[in-house]
Nanobody, 121 residues
Framework: QVQLVESGGGLVQAGGSLRLSCVAS????????MGWYRQAPGTQRELVAS???????NYADSAKGRFTISSDNAKMTVSLQMTSMKAEDTAVYYC???????????????WGQGTQVTVSS
């Protein structure tokens, strides 16, 4: 019912910046929460940042002060601006959304395909 498409991943040097974007589409009445997660090889997937429909944000300690999450509820998008990037930020980044659908009271949770972010040095 819902599709999430990420973009913006790639290779960046340490200290540089990268901006990830995610667009949600489909049967969506309201997005309750959207977030970015990441997973490096051999590690657990972890929350990087999230934002609620009311604009409340949550960041991993490693992201605080360097990353900024933002959303546009009307366009159903969420972005992650990453600055001062470190090698430890290298991972596959996934967009996630918790939504209310039209025509049903059951909420849904969806994941994007993921986008690779590689930080050199």
């Amino acid at each position: 019912q819902v599709q999430l498409v990420e973009s913006g991943g790639g290779l960046v040097q340490a200290g540089g910046s990268l901006r990830l974007s995610c667009v949600a589409s489909g049967n969506i009445l309201r997005i309750n929460n959207m977030g970015w997660y990441r997973q490096a090889p051999g590690t657990q997937r972890e929350l990087v940042a999230s934002i609620s429909s009311a604009g409340s944000t949550n960041y991993a300690d490693s992201a605080k002060g360097r990353f900024t999450i933002s959303s546009d509820n009307a366009k159903m998008t969420v972005s992650l601006q990453m600055t001062s990037m470190k090698a430890e930020d290298t991972a596959v980044y996934y967009c996630n959304a918790d939504v209310r659908h039209r025509g049903t009271v059951f909420p849904g949770n969806y994941w994007g395909q993921g986008t690779q972010v590689t930080v050199s040095s």
